[in-house]
Each structure stands twice: as C-alpha cells, then as structure tokens.
C-alpha cells in the first residue's frame, strides 16, 4: 500500500509564475488536509478537503492560493503570481475517515523555491 | 488559539542514553496527540498517536504520555542510536487541524 504521493518533489518557479502541487492519498482515504512548513517556521495548516468538497480553507492565504480534490485524480494545490514568501515545503496529509478519527498520514512534501 | 511549545529546541546526547522531549500546549481540548520525526528534507513519519482518552501509548524503545488535563506530553526514547538523530515534531489535533510545536533537534553521537 503506497503512502502519500506528492509531486513534485521540488520545483523552481520565478516571481510571478504558477505553482501547482499535487497529491495522492493513500489507498481507501478520502479526507485530504495541506499543510505548509516555511523555513525556521513550525508547520502551519492551510486547508481540509473531501472528494469535490472544501471543508476548511482557514488557514489558506486569501489570495493566489487555492486548493481543490476533484472525483477524480489528485488533489491540486494552486499557487498564482508566486512571490518569494511563498518559497516553502508543502506538505500533504490524508485519513481514512475524518481527522478527529484516527492518525494523519504525510507525504514527502513538495519543496517550492521561488527566484 | 493552540499553542505548542516543545523544549528544548536542540538536545545532543552519547550513544545509549535516554532521550526525554517534551511538549505543551496551551488548550486541554484535544482529539489526539501525535509525535512525529522529520529528518533533514523529508516528510513526516508517524511515532505514536495518543487519543484524549489515553494516557500513554507504547512502541518499540519509544514511549509516550499524555497529561490532558496539564496540557503536557513526554517522548522517551530508551538507549538512543546514531539513527534517532532528527528532529521530533509534537501536534495536537482540535476542529479538523493539527497545531504542531517547532520541535526538537536531536543529535545521538556515537
């Protein structure tokens, strides 16, 4: 059973550019959170996703940054005009049921330096 | 708003010592608890996940308690190794979100 699939693992953009993240949860989990680590920070969450459904975007910045969990395919994680405060590790998480049930399981991250 | 503190920030210890990490948080209503390690440019890898109702749970050389009512919990890890350097990350889980402390850093010399 594969664990979280982030990609990519790293990714360059320039000021202004477009970031898109992506994530596949484990097998059987329908429950996608976001999380981001900026660097010497703690992790910070940022958004809480069911298949097709937002459920909490409160920690999400309020603008250029969206997040989204089609039927189908991975979760997005959309960064737009990126700056340089957005170079980050961004973290994705997923659970069988939904978080107040049990562990949260994390990828690798997907590492975004902007130039 | 949750607040987690993790002290200390930084801990180097010899080989085969006992490690003990601790954490707080600042609001008694939690769901879980969860320790995990991060090392160097890597995700995060579950230890131990203590429900609000537990008082400690168990794996291996690593043990974890829960003091919900003090808002503290202690990672022991027993005769520590060069490969349990990296850093400890504690996060307690309310509403959906997990607030994470900045964690400690351990370095186990051999």
């Known amino acids: 059973n594969a664990g979280v699939m982030q990609n990519p693992r790293h990714l360059v953009r320039r000021r202004g550019q477009e970031a898109r993240l992506r994530c596949s949860p484990m097998?059987?989990?329908?429950?996608v959170y976001w999380y981001r680590q900026l660097p010497e920070e703690g992790l910070k969450f940022m958004v809480y996703?069911?298949?097709?459904?937002?459920?909490?975007e409160s920690g999400m910045p309020k603008e250029r940054f969206s997040a989204e969990f089609p039927k189908e395919g991975p979760s997005i994680l959309r960064i737009q005009q990126v700056v340089r405060g957005d170079s980050a590790a961004y973290f994705c998480?997923?659970?069988?049921?939904?978080?107040?049930?049990?562990?949260?399981?994390f990828g690798e991250g997907s590492r975004l330096t902007v130039l | 708003k949750q607040e987690v503190t993790q002290i200390p920030a930084a801990l180097s210890v010899p080989e085969g010592e006992n490690l003990v990490l601790n954490c707080s948080f600042t609001?008694?209503?939690?769901?879980?608890l969860q320790w995990f390690r991060q090392d160097p440019g890597k995700g995060l890898t579950s230890l131990l996940l203590?429900?609000?109702?537990?008082r400690e749970q168990t794996s291996g050389r690593l043990n974890a308690s829960l003091d919900k009512s003090s808002g503290r919990s202690t990672l022991y890890i027993a005769a520590s190794q060069p490969g349990d350097s990296a850093t400890y990350l504690c996060a307690v889980l309310v509403d959906y979100k997990l607030s994470f402390g900045a964690g400690t850093t351990v370095t186990v010399r051999a």
């Open positions: 998480a997923s659970s069988p049921g939904g978080p107040n049930t049990g562990e949260l399981f």
């Open positions: 097998k059987g989990h329908s429950h």
């Open positions: 203590i429900q609000s109702s537990q």
């Open positions: 996703l069911q298949k097709e459904n937002i459920i909490d």
């Open positions: 609001d008694s209503a939690i769901y879980n």
